[in-house]
């Protein structure tokens, strides 16, 4: 059977973006509470979002992806905007994500001098948890959406494993190039706008090279 590598369409603020994101059948849609970052969505304009969303036949999941957030606030809107996943970014240890009683998937930041070894007992340790793991480019402003690109090679054997997104700098020039490393998920934001803002287009576009990509 081929393989068939997950897709999370990141950083959507309005229905039209998520109409497009689920009409193309990407796996995952992700809904961005990170205040400093320029795709932020609060918690009210999230709820008429989500409700939106929901009353779409889709087994599209949505994940609220948070950054230094504290506890109660991560499983608060967890519950109360229904939430499929919570991915964590940041600061973060095992207490505190022991403490999130639910699904959830965890930012990995990947630096210069990271080895494959510091990397390999990062991710093993939070398989081990049954933790996803997002793979992305290390910034010292923000934590995610960055829009660059880290040296794959570091990673490319644990991008086939189970729950491992690849994200960081993904756009459909480079998408080949990451398919050929089979991940099981990729991570999209940057790489799907045009002019900071989503397009539609370029959404559609990415999903369909996912989808059709042939090894």
Not at 111 to 120: A, D, P, Y
């Amino acid at each position: 059977m081929k393989h068939q590598t997950k897709i999370k369409i990141c950083g959507i603020k309005n229905i039209a973006n998520a109409k497009c994101v689920l009409e193309n059948n990407a796996d995952y849609i992700g809904l961005i509470f990170v205040k400093k970052s320029k795709r932020y969505i609060d918690f009210f304009t999230a709820k008429n979002l989500i409700m939106k969303i929901r009353n779409i036949p889709s087994k599209t999941k949505i994940v609220g992806i948070f950054q230094d957030e504290n506890l109660e606030i991560i499983n608060n809107y967890y519950i109360n905007l229904g939430l499929d996943f919570v991915q964590i970014a940041g600061n973060y240890n095992d207490e505190f994500l022991e403490k999130i009683k639910h699904p959830k998937i965890i930012q990995i930041s990947i630096k210069n001098n990271h080895t494959k070894e510091e990397i390999c007992k990062l991710i093993n340790h939070h398989k081990e948890l049954n933790h996803k793991v997002l793979i992305d480019s290390f910034d010292k402003n923000i934590g995610g959406g960055t829009g660059k690109k880290f040296n794959w090679n570091i990673v490319k054997d644990f991008l086939g494993i189970n729950g491992i997104f690849l994200a960081g700098g993904l756009n459909s020039n480079n998408i080949n190039s990451a398919m050929k490393l089979m991940p099981w998920g990729i991570d999209i934001s940057t790489g799907v706008e045009t002019d900071g803002e989503k397009d539609n287009n370029k959404i559609s576009e990415f999903i369909s090279m996912v989808k059709n990509y042939a090894k």
